[in-house]
């Protein structure tokens, strides 16, 4: 099958703080996605990057006394530093200050403009300072108070421009009716559905520059620059591929977008990606199969509740890579949320999870499988035929779970996968306790059974790995050196069925332990 294009993009975080394990989790689940979708064989474009522009960051840089542009670059590095950390292996980088996405919003809002769906109108009212955007009376709590979200909510009387959104309402809700899987989990699709049947009213795409400067200036009226939003959005298409070169038409554009997933945590589905989004494409002349899909997770809270600065139960992920090592940290992060549902964050669980299922569970049965290759048979597994009984059921878990972490990572569960990778290697582990290797290795006639054992262990290993390796890219890497093998094509069963077989000798290394057991007091928490 010829390679299959894949173009994914996270959210681009706002540099107006430092990174949280929050912004950790969205970027290591699309990296998990990224790389497993390239050991599948596909050609994936996987972009990410940073929302520079707003109020909120115009804010910071002159609380802090220093310009919006050094700022921006300050906290930029923040993030890309922890990336760098976390491996995070991003095709290309989306900055919204960049001159090639200035170029895309500018030309938008030029389009937009001739074309009728921009207006410019004096309105007066409310402001919500924090949210950047005027708000109405409908966003008044039972209490008749603006909620918290919001804010300072100051009164406004502004000329601005607006976007028309009433007026393709319809539109999208006849699209949302038509793609029922636009939006993954489908609980979410019904959420936005629920959303836009209550949404009226037009998007304020300005920003006089007498209150924000800090922003993409209107081509057509430089007392105006563009609404945060309208900006950051954009990004999925200043920087997919193809574009900056030869805009919509080009050839690898149109190859890429069909494919594209845009991962988005569950605040800003509605309205930011899952309203504005599709009605600007479908304004700049994107056809309804244009329309991309959206993947959204849900949020890792402290003891239920949200992560807060002003709290300061924020989980710094730069301490915890130092301290655990960025496998560790992916691991957990892929293995105790559920996508799409809130998860609880605990370092305790962590250290649970790596001490049981890494150190071992993976682990473990590394260094009993090579170490015994080494006492019993001189390091190298003779081949090992197919129709051998001995080990035949194991050898069938590998296929099922090979089959089945495949289709989990297609619906994007990739606690699901890890978990059925998990059951894989404790089974593996209860085989050499059953098999006892070292009883057989003392009776001559037994030869043969145990180098089956052996080759069968093997062969857990390398499917285990191999399935994991998007997710534990760097611990991977020593694990093959140690067994002496690569991974296998991550494809349809047909395909990996011969991986699940040794037809020559395989010769590996001693082990060296990949997982140490991590040491943890409770008080360390
Ligand atoms: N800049 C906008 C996105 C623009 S996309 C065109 C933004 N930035 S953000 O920094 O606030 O959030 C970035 C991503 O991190 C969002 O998808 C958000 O849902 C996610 N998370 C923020 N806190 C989170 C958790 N506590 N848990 C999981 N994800 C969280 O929104």
């Known amino acids: 099958m010829p390679a299959q294009p894949f173009f994914i993009t996270t959210a681009i975080d706002y540099t107006n703080g430092a990174p949280h394990i929050g912004h950790a989790y969205e970027k290591v689940l699309a990296d998990v996605l990224a790389r497993f979708r390239t050991s599948q064989g596909d050609d994936v474009f996987f972009l ?19 310009a919006p542009e050094a700022f921006v670059t300050d906290v930029t590095e923040k993030f890309t530093a922890l990336w ?8 290309q980088w989306a900055a919204t200050t960049a001159p090639e996405h200035k170029a895309c ?18 309105r007066s009212g409310f402001y919500s300072v924090r949210q950047e955007q005027f708000i109405t009376e409908k966003e008044r709590g039972p209490d ?7 804010g300072e909510v100051v ?15 319809d539109w999208l809700l006849a699209l949302l009716d038509r793609r029922p899987d636009l939006v993954a989990p489908a609980f979410r699709q019904a959420e936005l559905r629920n959303a836009v049947e209550k949404s009226s009213g037009d998007l304020c795409v300005s920003r006089p520059k007498s209150r924000l400067s800090w922003g993409i200036e209107f081509p057509f009226d430089p007392d105006f620059v563009a609404y945060v939003w309208f900006d950051a959005l954009l990004n999925y298409v200043s920087f997919a591929p193809g574009f900056a070169e030869c805009g919509r038409a080009s050839e690898k554009f149109q190859r890429y977008w069909g494919s594209a997933l845009h991962v988005i945590g569950k605040d800003i589905l509605v309205p930011a990606h899952g309203v504005y989004w599709p009605i600007m494409l479908k304004a700049m002349g994107f056809s309804d199969d244009e329309i991309p899909h959206f993947l959204v997770h849900g949020w890792w809270n402290i003891a239920g509740a949200k992560m807060s600065k002003s709290t300061g139960n924020v989980v710094d992920p730069v301490e915890l890579v130092s301290r655990f090592g960025s496998d560790a940290v992916r691991y957990y992060l892929m293995r105790d949320i559920q996508t799409g549902q809130d998860a609880d964050f605990s370092t305790e669980r962590l250290v649970a999870r790596v001490n049981s299922e890494l150190a071992n569970g993976l682990g473990n049965l590394l260094n009993r499988t090579l170490n015994m290759t080494h006492r019993y048979l001189d390091g ?20 099922e779970t090979a089959t089945s972490a495949i289709s989990a990572m297609a619906r994007y569960e990739v606690h699901a996968a890890i978990e059925s990778v998990a059951r894989l290697v404790s089974d ?9 290797p070292w009883k057989l290795a003392k009776d001559p006639t037994q030869s043969d059974r145990l180098a089956a054992v052996l080759a069968t262990l093997f062969l857990c290993l390398r499917t285990a790995t191999t399935l994991l390796q998007s997710v534990i890219p760097t611990k991977s890497v ?18 990996f069925r011969s991986a699940f077989t040794l037809s020559a000798p395989q010769a590996v290394s001693k082990p060296t332990p990949v997982f140490p057991r991590i040491e943890f007091a409770e008080s360390e928490t």
């Open 428 to 436: 593996a582990n209860a085989f050499v306790d059953t098999e006892a």
């Open 380 to 399: 190298t597994l003779p081949a090992l035929d197919d129709s051998n009984p001995v080990g035949a059921a194991l050898r069938g878990r590998c296929i």
């Open 155 to 169: 009164v406004l009387e502004e000329e601005n421009y607006f976007f028309k959104l009433a007026e393709h309402r």
């Open 84 to 91: 760098s950390k976390l491996e995070i292996e991003y095709t």
């Open 478 to 495: 020593e694990i093959f050196e140690q067994l002496g093998c690569a991974a296998f094509p991550v494809c349809g069963e047909n395909e």
């Open 48 to 66: 990410t990057g940073v929302d520079q522009h707003g109020q909120k960051v115009q804010q910071s840089a002159e609380k802090l006394g220093v």
């Open 144 to 150: 008749g108070e603006f909620g918290e979200e919001w």
């Open 105 to 122: 919003v500018q030309a938008t809002l030029t389009k937009l403009w001739e074309t009728g769906h921009l207006y410019k109108d004096r």
